[in-house]
């Protein structure tokens, strides 16, 4: 994140509240300053960087094991019982701020 803006490219497939050109373009800049991990404007929407976090840290757990049943298991393999699962919730939102 240099924080230099890149020109972006908008296809509107369907409009169905008639947004002018110009509306799309705010919309667009504005959800683009969001992003609280930055001190400047980011290249593509914030909502998008965010998603790609919680993909990233979702990654690093297997919420099943081979028969079915729900336990948390790290890259490592070390196991979770299912009632810390509300733990390990607010562990990871508490990261992500």
Not at 17 to 45: C, Y
Not at 77 to 82: D, E, L, M, N, S
Request: hydrophobic share 35%.
């Amino acid at each position: 994140m240099i924080g230099t803006s890149c020109p972006s490219r908008y296809i509107v497939l369907k409009d169905e509240i008639n947004h002018t050109v110009d509306d799309l373009q705010n919309i667009a800049n504005s959800v683009s300053s969001g992003f609280q991990r930055a001190t400047k404007s980011v290249e593509i929407a914030t909502p998008t960087y965010y998603a790609n976090l919680v993909a990233t840290s979702a990654k690093k757990w297997d919420m099943s094991d081979a028969n079915g049943s729900t336990v948390f298991t790290t890259n490592s393999g070390a196991q979770t019982p299912v009632k810390r699962q509300n733990e390990f919730y607010y562990f990871r939102i508490g990261l992500m701020r």
